[in-house]
């Protein structure tokens, strides 16, 4: 007791003793990072091992099953046939973290993608579609933006704002313009999700239900009922055909790890110098080695010529990887180095204690729903670029299944208020890798896939579930 009352006594305001903060300034070292590690296995929180650990056994099954699954052709298409689904995956971590669901996310993207593709296709989307439609479209669009601006969320409106006025100019008639408009208008059904979810208190799962549903036949409206190919138009054709040239595949990887190290060094010196609590050098550096030692090695092997034809060369960084890694790194820097992601993590983890403790749960959850739906319009470019056309169907069937397995298998709990960006890219390689591996022996029928992909699921939930009671234990 007088050990106690001593060091009580002694950590009072007047006092320059550095141990009563010795949480604030405390120095995280490579021995302590592992050590921390395993403590939160220990506590119930696996992170992305169990995801991590089902992807090796997946390649080891896989590369007995076919001598070809690890061709540098085979390896190299991974990217473009699952990228859909990492960034479908990616907009409904957003969700996830809230405890919330999206279930209309593929059927969005389809509907964006509708739109765009006939907005390409005919020149002028005005007069191709029933007129309706078209001012409909427009109208909704602008109650997007004003619902959004009243919701506070400013961004969304300004998104929403560019996408109105490349409709109402018809510049959607070009290819890149087409996607960003898509992009913009799935960010305005997400105001509306999000309204109808957080203003209007009606369960997620039945707003996305009935979107889910409505998306599809509004779909069929863009098209007049009839597909339209993808293959024409060469910068859709490349967001999951093309590659980077092997030169600018390493200035990609050279600004990635570059980025990453100077962003982690700066943030160790600036806590430390601020007497925080901060990563060690050696940490820092050995976490960038690791990452650094991972780019260049996956950068030399993209670079090689992975086409079995001489006449064709095919090497470089895929687009479809470029463009899952540069969203992941910006959902990363949100969630985890902005007040609104901090906010975000802590209405998933408690709503009612975020709402006393001064949050706006309503604005991050409309922000959180209109982010979901503009992954899910891109997710709906890239599913129309992999598959060649923009179909009847777009993004329906197992596509959001596919996406929200993603999310779980990476790691993102549905229960709220644990996940991040990276699960959705670990579970869309899990989810990808199961139809390729099958895909390579012609004798197995798509039922192993659907069993496989299912037993898969379950066990990330399961995962889940006992993950959390043992944090609830401790």
């Known amino acids: 007791m007088s050990v106690s009352s001593e060091s009580a006594t002694t950590s009072g305001p007047g006092n320059d003793d550095d141990s009563s903060f010795?949480?604030?300034?405390?120095?995280?070292?490579?021995?302590?990072?592992?050590?921390?590690?395993?403590?939160?296995?220990?506590?119930?929180?696996?992170?992305?091992?169990?995801?991590?650990?089902?992807?090796?056994?997946?390649?080891?099954?896989?590369?007995?099953?076919?001598d070809r699954f690890l061709s540098a052709n085979n390896i190299g298409n991974l990217p473009g046939q699952g990228a859909y689904i990492a960034v479908i995956g990616m907009g409904?971590?957003?969700?996830?973290?809230?405890?919330?669901?999206?279930?209309?996310?593929?059927?969005?993207?389809?509907?964006?993608?509708?739109?765009?593709?006939?907005?390409?296709?005919?020149?002028?989307?005005?007069?191709?579609?029933?007129?309706?439609?078209?001012?409909?479209?427009?109208?909704?669009?602008?109650?997007?933006?004003?619902?959004a601006i009243w919701l506070k969320a400013y961004t969304a409106a300004v998104v929403v704002a560019i996408g109105l006025v490349l409709f109402?100019?018809?510049?959607?008639?070009?290819?890149?313009?087409?996607?960003?408009?898509?992009?913009?208008?799935?960010?305005a059904v997400g105001v509306f999700t999000g309204f109808m979810v957080a203003k209007v208190g009606i369960p997620s799962f039945i707003v996305t239900?009935?979107?889910?549903?409505?998306?599809?036949?509004?779909?069929?409206?863009?098209?007049?009922?009839?597909?339209?190919?993808?293959?024409?138009?060469?910068?859709?054709?490349?967001?999951?055909?093309?590659?980077?040239?092997?030169?600018?595949?390493?200035?990609?990887?050279?600004?990635v790890l570059a980025g990453y190290l100077g962003f982690t060094l700066w943030k160790s010196i600036t806590a430390q110098r601020a007497g925080l609590a901060h990563d060690a050098l050696s940490?820092?550096?050995?976490?960038?080695?690791?990452l650094a030692a991972v780019g260049i090695?996956?950068?030399?092997?993209?670079?090689?010529?992975?086409?079995?034809?001489?006449?064709?060369v095919i090497a470089g960084l895929p687009w479809a990887a470029v463009i899952a890694i540069t969203l992941m790194i910006a959902c990363s820097l949100a969630l985890n180095k902005t007040t609104w992601g901090r906010h975000l993590y802590a209405t998933g983890g408690n709503e009612e204690a975020a709402r006393r403790a001064g949050i706006d749960v309503v604005h991050i959850k409309v922000t959180a729903f209109t982010l979901c739906s503009a992954f899910?319009?891109?997710?709906?470019?890239?599913?129309?670029?992999?598959?060649?056309?923009?179909?009847?169907?777009?993004?329906?069937?197992?596509?959001?299944?596919?996406?929200?397995?993603?999310?779980?298998?990476?790691?993102?709990?549905?229960?709220?208020g644990r996940g991040k960006p990276r699960d959705a890219v670990i579970g869309a390689l899990v989810i990808v890798?199961?139809?390729?591996?099958?895909?390579?022996?012609?004798?197995?029928?798509?039922?192993?896939?659907?069993?496989?992909?299912?037993?898969?699921?379950?066990?990330?939930?399961?995962?889940?579930?006992?993950?959390?009671?043992?944090?609830?234990?401790?």
Request: charged letters at 10%; proline letters at 3%.
């Open 376 to 416: 899910g319009a891109l997710g709906g470019v890239l599913l129309a670029s992999s598959s060649h056309s923009v179909s009847l169907d777009l993004g329906a069937g197992n596509i959001l299944l596919f996406s929200v397995a993603a999310a779980v298998i990476g790691g993102t709990s549905l229960f709220g």
């Open 92 to 147: 409904l971590v957003f969700v996830l973290l809230l405890g919330e669901i999206d279930l209309s996310a593929g059927t969005t993207g389809g509907m964006c993608a509708g739109f765009a593709a006939r907005a390409v296709f005919s020149g002028n989307l005005h007069d191709t579609v029933p007129t309706f439609l078209y001012w409909t479209l427009i109208i909704a669009m602008l109650a997007a933006i004003a619902l």
């Open 22 to 66: 010795s949480l604030d300034v405390e120095r995280q070292t490579v021995p302590g990072a592992v050590r921390s590690y395993f403590q939160r296995l220990r506590s119930g929180d696996p992170g992305a091992l169990p995801s991590v650990l089902g992807l090796v056994v997946l390649v080891v099954i896989f590369s007995q099953v076919s």
């Open 283 to 290: 940490l820092v550096l050995v976490r960038g080695g690791i």
């Open 209 to 255: 239900l009935a979107l889910f549903l409505a998306w599809q036949g509004v779909l069929l409206f863009a098209l007049n009922s009839q597909p339209i190919g993808t293959t024409n138009y060469k910068i859709w054709y490349n967001l999951s055909s093309a590659n980077l040239s092997p030169t600018w595949s390493w200035v990609f990887t050279l600004v």
């Open 433 to 474: 890798i199961i139809p390729n591996g099958l895909g390579l022996r012609p004798n197995l029928g798509v039922q192993y896939q659907q069993v496989i992909t299912g037993v898969v699921l379950l066990a990330a939930a399961a995962v889940d579930a006992l993950s959390r009671k043992r944090t609830a234990r401790n």
């Open 297 to 312: 090695v996956v950068t030399i092997l993209a670079n090689r010529n992975r086409n079995t034809n001489p006449y064709l």
């Open 168 to 187: 109402l100019t018809n510049l959607v008639q070009h290819v890149t313009l087409a996607i960003v408009a898509a992009v913009a208008l799935g960010a």
